[in-house]
Nanobody
C-alpha cells in the first residue's frame, strides 16, 4: 500500500500564498517509470476537479487553465514529496485539496481523478475576500 499525507492548508486572504505538501510512503511505493502525482480540489458543493500533476521521472508538469501562472507544482525525489505553491489566491480557490498518486498512469489520464490509485486525506484551503 501507499500512504499520502498532505499538509499546508489554511486560511489566507485573497492575493496571498500557501504551499501544500504531500509525502508518499509505503512498501508498495514505486516512483520509477510512469509514476505521477497530482493535486485535485473539491470546492464547496461542487465536483472534484483537476488542479495540477507532475511526472515523477521527468518533472514535466501540467496545470488546469484556472491556475496556470499562479500555481506551481514541484517534487523532491529524495523526500518522495510533491509541493503545490499557490500564489495570487482567489476566493474561488477555496476548496479541499487532495493529493493523488499512481505508479502507471499515462499522460492522457493525468487529468481525471478516477485514474489515480492512491489519495491523501485532503487539506482545507480557504481564501477570504
Amino acid at each position: 500500500q501507499v500512504q499520502l499525507v498532505e499538509s499546508g492548508g489554511g486560511l489566507v486572504q485573497a492575493g496571498g500564498s500557501l504551499r501544500l505538501s504531500c509525502t508518499a510512503s509505503g512498501r508498495s511505493l514505486r516512483t520509477a517509470g510512469s509514476y505521477a502525482m497530482g493535486w485535485f480540489r473539491q470546492p464547496p458543493g461542487k465536483e472534484r476537479e483537476f488542479v495540477s500533476a507532475i511526472r515523477w521521472s521527468s518533472g514535466h508538469s501540467f496545470y488546469a487553465d484556472s491556475v496556470k501562472g499562479r500555481f506551481t507544482i514541484s517534487r523532491d525525489k529524495s523526500q518522495n514529496t510533491v509541493y503545490l505553491q499557490m500564489n495570487s489566491l482567489k476566493s474561488e480557490d477555496t476548496a479541499v485539496y487532495y493529493c493523488a498518486a499512481d505508479p502507471t498512469i499515462i499522460q492522457s489520464s493525468l487529468f481525471d481523478g478516477r485514474n489515480y490509485d492512491y489519495w491523501g486525506q485532503g487539506t482545507q484551503v480557504t481564501v477570504s475576500s
